[in-house]
């Protein structure tokens, strides 16, 4: 102080546009590939950031921007996330883009036990691996924020994975290992889930801090992918509507084919009238069951052709673990041993044609955690997102009889209400 430095993480602290060696904005031809490539290269010692909503093809192309840089301009390419699993998923479409499992390398995982093609690296190999002439090196935020694995500023870039649930703190801690950063993820998912305790703001994700209280990234510090490759039309514009200012569009051309013959696509939701439920609901379950054994069999067509519906294609998402196990025991027992149930969180990633979400309590008295957990945007956004072409909210008519207390309690119900119409998921 009170010269503060120019590099990324002091970009991202100040919420500062990212800094180009040519002085120039960020490209934007609208080839997202191309146009992430281009501004990576023009960095000058900054960051980048990338929003990628659900179904937008954020690991897909950042795969693809990760192998140019690697095989074209020889870059040191390090990718850093909350998890082993996270930063493998990239690897494996980072080898699919045609990068050599030889020329990335992260340590081994003990949850695997056959590897993914890469290299796997011991403590003392990773200064040896770091001399190619362009590789990928990848780990959580211990590995990067260890001087003994990577020296100061030895990567070219080193790519956040999912920065919308990886916080400003460790952002921190392993911003020292690279020269440029790119985060990508969306902060309208879930947050990140954490057993440390950091003061605000640190507290939050990187990309959050980027965002800044908007729902999506402003132009002016990256890109939003605004395609949506998942999400038919219908369900999208409620998605978009929810969480995205209206910005996240179906790609039509994939996704507007879809069709489960007599079953309207969209968000709908099927009204289940209970008392009195808390974190189980056999009402829900019941009905949900009805709804899936009627569903069943019937013709679905997408870009593969033309099948019946299948077990494998319904997800029964609810926010409480009870509920999961109950609706679990009332699946089994019809003979719908396929279909999947869990809680959001299980969730996050996966998609099907058919999602239901069990809200469970029956009206704001009986809601464990508060009302505002229940209703929580990014949680409904995460949950209604993974359905490609139907998803159907199961709910008590009195969960919304209540007059919230404060304006935001207002605008989380209004967003809930304005989320589904009331209606049987059959047209």
């Given amino acids: 102080l009170p010269n503060l430095p120019a590099d990324g993480l002091t970009d991202i602290l100040l919420r500062r546009p990212p800094r180009t060696r040519s002085g ?75 990068v050599d499992g030889t020329r990335i390398g992260k340590k081994a995982h003990a949850a695997h036990a056959v590897a993914g093609g890469w290299t796997e690296l011991d403590r003392d190999d990773y200064a040896e691996f770091l001399c190619q002439d362009g590789c990928v090196v990848g780990g959580t935020a211990w590995d990067f924020a260890n001087d003994n694995k990577f020296t100061l500023g030895c990567l070219d870039l080193l790519v956040i994975e999912e920065a919308g649930q990886f916080s400003l703190a460790n952002t921190v801690a392993v911003s020292r290992a690279a020269r440029n950063l790119l985060l990508l993820g969306d902060p309208q998912q879930l947050p990140q889930v954490s057993q440390g305790t950091h003061p605000e703001p640190v507290d939050g994700s990187a990309l959050g801090w980027l965002v800044d209280g908007h729902h999506t990234l402003p132009p002016e510090r990256g890109y939003f992918l605004d395609r949506s490759y998942r999400m038919h039309p219908d369900v999208c514009r409620a998605v978009s509507r929810l969480s995205y200012d209206g910005r996240l569009l179906s790609n039509e051309r994939v996704t507007a084919a879809r069709r489960l013959d007599g079953v309207a696509p969209g968000v709908r939701t099927l009204e289940v009238d209970h008392l009195g439920n808390a974190t189980e609901s056999p009402e829900e379950a019941d009905a949900i069951v009805t709804a899936i054994t009627g569903l069943l069999a019937t013709s679905w067509t997408d870009e593969g052709g033309t099948r019946p519906l299948a077990q494998r294609d319904v997800l029964i998402v609810t926010p409480y673990n009870a509920q999961v196990v109950l609706v679990r025991r009332r699946l089994d027992a019809a003979g719908l041993t396929e279909v999947r149930a869990g809680t959001v969180d299980k969730f996050q990633g996966q998609q099907a044609p058919v999602v239901f979400v069990s809200m469970t309590a029956s009206s704001i008295d009986d809601v464990p955690r508060g009302i505002a957990f229940l209703l929580n945007r990014n949680r409904l956004n995460v949950a209604v997102s993974r359905a490609k072409y139907l998803a159907v909210i199961v709910r008590s008519q009195h969960l919304t009889d209540y007059l919230p207390g404060t304006p935001d309690g207002l605008v989380q119900l209004g967003a809930f209400l304005s989320l589904a119409t009331c209606d049987t998921p059959t047209e």
């Fill in 24 to 98: 120039g904005p960020l490209p934007r031809t609208g080839d997202a590939v191309a146009d992430i490539t281009a501004a990576l290269l023009d960095l000058d010692s900054s960051y980048l950031a990338v929003h990628g909503p659900p179904g937008t093809g954020k690991t897909h192309t950042s795969a693809q921007v990760i192998a140019t840089l690697v095989g074209r301009h020889g870059w040191t390419v390090g990718v850093v996330a909350q998890s082993h699993a996270v930063v493998e998923n990239l690897f494996t479409d980072v080898m699919r883009a045609g």
